[in-house]
Protein backbone atom coordinates (compact mmCIF):
# COMPACT_ATOMS: atom_id res chain seq x y z
CA UNK A 1 0.00 0.00 0.00
CA UNK A 2 2.99 2.62 -0.38
CA UNK A 3 1.12 4.39 -3.37
CA UNK A 4 -1.56 5.38 -0.56
CA UNK A 5 0.45 8.44 -0.30
CA UNK A 6 -0.41 9.37 -3.68
CA UNK A 7 -4.31 8.99 -4.04
CA UNK A 8 -5.17 12.81 -2.85
CA UNK A 9 -2.84 14.53 -5.34
CA UNK A 10 -4.41 11.66 -8.28
CA UNK A 11 -7.60 12.87 -7.16
CA UNK A 12 -6.85 16.30 -7.69
CA UNK A 13 -5.29 15.68 -10.68
CA UNK A 14 -8.78 14.03 -12.30
CA UNK A 15 -11.08 17.36 -11.09
CA UNK A 16 -8.41 19.51 -12.57
CA UNK A 17 -7.81 17.27 -16.14
CA UNK A 18 -10.87 16.54 -16.42
CA UNK A 19 -14.33 18.48 -17.23
CA UNK A 20 -17.77 18.25 -15.67
CA UNK A 21 -19.65 14.81 -14.45
CA UNK A 22 -16.42 12.87 -15.37
CA UNK A 23 -13.97 14.71 -13.36
CA UNK A 24 -16.34 14.07 -10.34
CA UNK A 25 -16.71 10.12 -11.30
CA UNK A 26 -12.83 10.13 -11.85
CA UNK A 27 -12.53 11.87 -8.38
CA UNK A 28 -15.03 9.35 -6.69
CA UNK A 29 -13.68 6.13 -7.92
CA UNK A 30 -10.12 7.07 -6.70
CA UNK A 31 -11.14 7.96 -3.32
CA UNK A 32 -13.26 4.60 -3.43
CA UNK A 33 -10.68 2.41 -4.31
CA UNK A 34 -8.93 2.06 -0.76
CA UNK A 35 -12.26 0.64 1.00
CA UNK A 36 -13.04 -1.44 -1.82
CA UNK A 37 -9.26 -2.90 -1.88
CA UNK A 38 -9.59 -3.11 1.63
CA UNK A 39 -12.81 -4.98 1.36
CA UNK A 40 -11.34 -7.41 -1.20
CA UNK A 41 -8.47 -7.93 0.50
CA UNK A 42 -10.12 -8.63 4.33
CA UNK A 43 -8.68 -5.75 5.69
CA UNK A 44 -9.51 -3.84 8.39
CA UNK A 45 -12.28 -1.44 7.07
CA UNK A 46 -12.33 1.67 9.29
CA UNK A 47 -8.80 2.69 9.06
CA UNK A 48 -8.98 2.68 4.60
CA UNK A 49 -12.22 4.52 5.02
CA UNK A 50 -10.34 7.25 7.06
CA UNK A 51 -7.42 7.38 4.42
CA UNK A 52 -10.15 7.91 1.66
CA UNK A 53 -11.29 10.56 3.36
CA UNK A 54 -7.69 12.39 3.57
CA UNK A 55 -7.08 11.22 0.27
CA UNK A 56 -10.64 13.43 -1.00
CA UNK A 57 -9.73 16.22 0.94
CA UNK A 58 -6.53 16.25 -0.56
CA UNK A 59 -7.97 16.21 -3.78
CA UNK A 60 -9.83 18.93 -3.09
CA UNK A 61 -6.99 21.30 -1.28
CA UNK A 62 -5.05 20.38 -4.65
CA UNK A 63 -7.64 21.88 -6.85
CA UNK A 64 -7.96 24.87 -4.66
CA UNK A 65 -4.81 25.19 -4.55
CA UNK A 66 -4.60 25.37 -8.60
CA UNK A 67 -7.48 27.36 -8.61
CA UNK A 68 -6.39 29.78 -6.38
CA UNK A 69 -3.08 30.34 -8.68
CA UNK A 70 -5.09 30.86 -11.76
CA UNK A 71 -7.36 33.63 -9.91
CA UNK A 72 -3.95 35.27 -8.60
CA UNK A 73 -2.85 34.82 -12.23
CA UNK A 74 -6.04 36.53 -13.44
CA UNK A 75 -6.21 39.34 -10.75
CA UNK A 76 -2.75 40.15 -12.17
CA UNK A 77 -3.56 40.32 -15.59
CA UNK A 78 -6.99 42.66 -14.82
CA UNK A 79 -4.90 45.25 -13.09
CA UNK A 80 -2.33 45.20 -15.62
CA UNK A 81 -4.75 46.09 -18.74
CA UNK A 82 -6.61 48.56 -15.72
CA UNK A 83 -3.69 50.33 -15.73
CA UNK A 84 -3.25 50.43 -19.71
CA UNK A 85 -6.31 51.67 -20.16
CA UNK A 86 -5.76 54.34 -17.28
CA UNK A 87 -2.62 55.13 -19.74
CA UNK A 88 -4.24 55.02 -22.52
CA UNK A 89 -7.61 56.97 -21.19
CA UNK A 90 -5.05 59.92 -19.78
CA UNK A 91 -3.57 60.16 -22.95
CA UNK A 92 -6.94 60.37 -24.57
CA UNK A 93 -8.06 63.11 -22.02
CA UNK A 94 -4.99 65.24 -22.19
CA UNK A 95 -5.32 65.31 -26.23
CA UNK A 96 -9.05 66.38 -26.29
CA UNK A 97 -8.50 68.89 -23.75
CA UNK A 98 -5.21 70.27 -25.18
CA UNK A 99 -7.17 70.61 -28.79
CA UNK A 100 -10.04 72.12 -27.03
CA UNK A 101 -8.28 74.52 -24.96
CA UNK A 102 -5.76 76.01 -27.48
CA UNK A 103 -7.17 75.48 -31.21
CA UNK A 104 -9.53 78.55 -29.84
CA UNK A 105 -6.74 80.36 -28.92
CA UNK A 106 -3.99 79.97 -31.84
CA UNK A 107 -6.65 80.70 -34.40
CA UNK A 108 -6.94 83.71 -32.62
CA UNK A 109 -3.22 84.30 -32.29
CA UNK A 110 -2.65 83.74 -36.17
CA UNK A 111 -5.70 85.76 -37.07
CA UNK A 112 -4.60 88.73 -35.33
CA UNK A 113 -1.37 88.47 -36.10
CA UNK A 114 -2.44 89.32 -39.87
CA UNK A 115 -4.58 91.74 -38.67
CA UNK A 116 -1.80 93.68 -37.14
CA UNK A 117 0.85 93.20 -40.20
CA UNK A 118 -1.98 94.46 -41.83
CA UNK A 119 -2.46 97.57 -39.26
CA UNK A 120 0.87 98.61 -38.34
CA UNK A 121 1.87 100.89 -41.94
CA UNK A 122 -1.46 102.94 -41.10
CA UNK A 123 -2.91 102.65 -37.92
CA UNK A 124 -0.22 101.88 -35.75
CA UNK A 125 -1.97 102.92 -32.60
CA UNK A 126 -4.84 99.89 -33.10
CA UNK A 127 -1.86 97.09 -33.93
CA UNK A 128 -0.16 97.69 -29.75
CA UNK A 129 -3.84 97.32 -29.06
CA UNK A 130 -4.14 93.96 -31.07
CA UNK A 131 -0.96 93.04 -29.50
CA UNK A 132 -2.20 93.68 -26.35
CA UNK A 133 -4.82 91.66 -27.08
CA UNK A 134 -2.60 88.77 -28.36
CA UNK A 135 -0.47 89.21 -25.40
CA UNK A 136 -4.05 88.13 -23.01
CA UNK A 137 -4.22 85.45 -25.39
CA UNK A 138 -1.04 83.99 -24.96
CA UNK A 139 -1.21 83.91 -21.34
CA UNK A 140 -4.52 82.58 -21.14
CA UNK A 141 -3.24 79.62 -23.45
CA UNK A 142 -0.63 79.12 -20.90
CA UNK A 143 -2.93 79.12 -18.23
CA UNK A 144 -4.74 76.29 -20.00
CA UNK A 145 -1.92 74.65 -20.73
CA UNK A 146 -1.04 74.08 -17.06
CA UNK A 147 -5.08 73.00 -15.97
CA UNK A 148 -4.57 70.03 -18.67
CA UNK A 149 -1.48 69.14 -16.87
CA UNK A 150 -3.26 68.78 -13.94
CA UNK A 151 -6.23 67.20 -15.31
CA UNK A 152 -8.35 70.10 -14.17
CA UNK A 153 -10.61 72.28 -16.52
CA UNK A 154 -13.33 74.86 -15.30
CA UNK A 155 -15.23 76.26 -18.48
CA UNK A 156 -18.94 78.17 -18.44
CA UNK A 157 -21.16 78.38 -21.45
CA UNK A 158 -21.55 82.45 -20.40
CA UNK A 159 -17.50 82.27 -20.92
CA UNK A 160 -16.83 80.83 -23.58
CA UNK A 161 -19.77 82.46 -25.39
CA UNK A 162 -18.12 86.47 -24.08
CA UNK A 163 -14.67 85.39 -25.15
CA UNK A 164 -15.85 84.48 -28.55
CA UNK A 165 -17.46 87.46 -29.06
CA UNK A 166 -14.27 89.87 -27.99
CA UNK A 167 -12.33 87.96 -30.51
CA UNK A 168 -14.86 87.83 -33.32
CA UNK A 169 -15.50 91.50 -32.78
CA UNK A 170 -11.72 92.37 -32.87
CA UNK A 171 -11.77 90.51 -36.29
CA UNK A 172 -15.04 92.25 -37.79
CA UNK A 173 -17.02 89.26 -37.57
CA UNK A 174 -20.55 90.09 -36.88
CA UNK A 175 -21.54 87.85 -34.15
CA UNK A 176 -24.77 87.39 -32.20
CA UNK A 177 -25.08 85.57 -28.98
CA UNK A 178 -28.36 84.91 -28.05
CA UNK A 179 -28.56 81.87 -24.78
CA UNK A 180 -31.72 81.70 -23.62
CA UNK A 181 -31.53 79.63 -20.21
CA UNK A 182 -31.35 79.01 -16.63
CA UNK A 183 -28.65 77.67 -14.59
CA UNK A 184 -26.95 74.16 -16.02
CA UNK A 185 -25.34 71.57 -14.27
CA UNK A 186 -21.42 71.90 -14.53
CA UNK A 187 -21.30 68.70 -16.77
CA UNK A 188 -23.83 70.31 -19.03
CA UNK A 189 -22.18 73.69 -18.82
CA UNK A 190 -18.68 72.38 -19.51
CA UNK A 191 -19.48 70.51 -22.40
CA UNK A 192 -21.73 73.38 -24.02
CA UNK A 193 -18.62 75.60 -23.66
CA UNK A 194 -16.58 72.78 -25.14
CA UNK A 195 -19.02 72.88 -28.23
CA UNK A 196 -19.09 76.93 -28.62
CA UNK A 197 -15.14 77.07 -28.27
CA UNK A 198 -15.04 74.16 -31.06
CA UNK A 199 -17.52 75.66 -33.17
CA UNK A 200 -16.10 79.00 -33.25
CA UNK A 201 -12.64 77.99 -33.89
CA UNK A 202 -13.73 75.74 -36.92
CA UNK A 203 -15.42 78.57 -38.41
CA UNK A 204 -12.22 81.02 -37.83
CA UNK A 205 -9.74 78.07 -39.13
CA UNK A 206 -11.57 76.31 -41.95
CA UNK A 207 -14.13 78.96 -43.48
CA UNK A 208 -13.70 82.35 -44.99
CA UNK A 209 -16.59 84.02 -42.33
CA UNK A 210 -18.17 86.79 -41.98
CA UNK A 211 -21.39 85.97 -39.56
CA UNK A 212 -21.72 83.91 -36.64
CA UNK A 213 -24.68 83.07 -34.24
CA UNK A 214 -24.50 81.26 -31.05
CA UNK A 215 -27.78 80.30 -29.97
CA UNK A 216 -29.00 78.14 -26.90
CA UNK A 217 -32.86 77.66 -26.03
CA UNK A 218 -33.70 75.45 -23.17
CA UNK A 219 -36.14 72.70 -24.82
CA UNK A 220 -37.87 70.75 -22.46
CA UNK A 221 -35.56 68.76 -20.54
CA UNK A 222 -32.72 68.93 -22.41
CA UNK A 223 -30.60 71.85 -23.97
CA UNK A 224 -30.12 72.86 -27.27
CA UNK A 225 -26.72 74.64 -28.86
CA UNK A 226 -26.86 75.95 -32.56
CA UNK A 227 -23.60 77.51 -33.57
CA UNK A 228 -23.94 78.74 -37.46
CA UNK A 229 -21.44 80.39 -39.89
CA UNK A 230 -21.55 81.49 -43.69
CA UNK A 231 -17.76 81.26 -43.77
CA UNK A 232 -19.09 77.83 -45.94
CA UNK A 233 -21.14 79.83 -48.28
CA UNK A 234 -18.12 82.03 -49.04
CA UNK A 235 -15.11 79.54 -48.79
CA UNK A 236 -13.09 79.14 -52.12
CA UNK A 237 -13.51 76.77 -54.83
CA UNK A 238 -10.77 74.57 -52.71
CA UNK A 239 -10.98 75.47 -49.10
CA UNK A 240 -8.78 73.77 -46.86
CA UNK A 241 -10.17 70.52 -44.92
CA UNK A 242 -9.96 69.39 -41.40
CA UNK A 243 -9.11 65.92 -40.72
CA UNK A 244 -12.18 66.16 -38.16
CA UNK A 245 -10.57 65.48 -34.81
CA UNK A 246 -12.39 68.34 -33.04
CA UNK A 247 -15.64 67.10 -34.23
CA UNK A 248 -15.12 63.84 -33.31
CA UNK A 249 -13.61 65.10 -29.91
CA UNK A 250 -16.56 67.13 -29.17
CA UNK A 251 -19.06 63.60 -30.38
CA UNK A 252 -17.17 61.83 -28.02
CA UNK A 253 -17.95 64.37 -25.00
CA UNK A 254 -21.53 64.44 -25.57
CA UNK A 255 -21.88 60.60 -25.58
CA UNK A 256 -20.44 60.60 -22.37
CA UNK A 257 -23.57 63.20 -21.13
CA UNK A 258 -25.72 61.61 -23.34
CA UNK A 259 -26.00 64.42 -25.81
CA UNK A 260 -25.42 63.62 -29.64
CA UNK A 261 -23.49 65.96 -32.13
CA UNK A 262 -24.99 66.95 -35.60
CA UNK A 263 -23.71 69.53 -38.73
CA UNK A 264 -25.16 70.56 -41.11
CA UNK A 265 -25.53 72.63 -44.50
CA UNK A 266 -28.90 74.53 -45.50
CA UNK A 267 -30.87 76.09 -48.08
CA UNK A 268 -29.18 79.78 -47.26
CA UNK A 269 -25.88 78.34 -47.25
CA UNK A 270 -24.77 78.86 -43.50
CA UNK A 271 -23.37 75.42 -41.89
CA UNK A 272 -24.88 74.67 -38.66
CA UNK A 273 -23.46 73.03 -35.35
CA UNK A 274 -26.15 71.82 -33.43
CA UNK A 275 -25.58 70.29 -30.13
CA UNK A 276 -28.08 68.69 -28.06
CA UNK A 277 -27.22 67.19 -24.18
CA UNK A 278 -30.36 66.40 -21.34
CA UNK A 279 -30.13 68.14 -18.45
CA UNK A 280 -30.19 65.18 -16.10
CA UNK A 281 -26.71 64.07 -16.38
CA UNK A 282 -25.74 61.20 -14.19
CA UNK A 283 -23.17 61.60 -11.41
CA UNK A 284 -19.60 60.92 -13.49
CA UNK A 285 -20.22 62.33 -16.63
CA UNK A 286 -19.23 65.10 -18.61
CA UNK A 287 -15.27 63.60 -18.92
CA UNK A 288 -14.81 61.65 -21.71
CA UNK A 289 -13.80 58.07 -21.04
CA UNK A 290 -10.54 58.63 -21.49
Known amino acids: MSWNGLTGPLAGSALLLLTGIRAWGAFAVVVAVLPL ?5 DSPLLPAVGLALVSGLGGLVVLGLCRLTHLVSEAWASRAEAARSAVVSERLRFSMDLHDLLGF ?12 YRLVPNRPDQARKEIDEILGISRQALS ?7 GYRDMSLEGEASSARSVLDSLGVAVRVDIRCGSLPPAVDAVLATAVREGVTNALRHACVRHITIRVADEREKVRLVVANDGVARAPAEPCRSDGTGLHNLASRFDVVGGRVDTAMVDDGWFHLVCEVPLAVSLGSGRPPS
Open 144 to 150: DVRLVAR
Open 105 to 116: SLSSIALKSELI
Open 37 to 41: RALAH
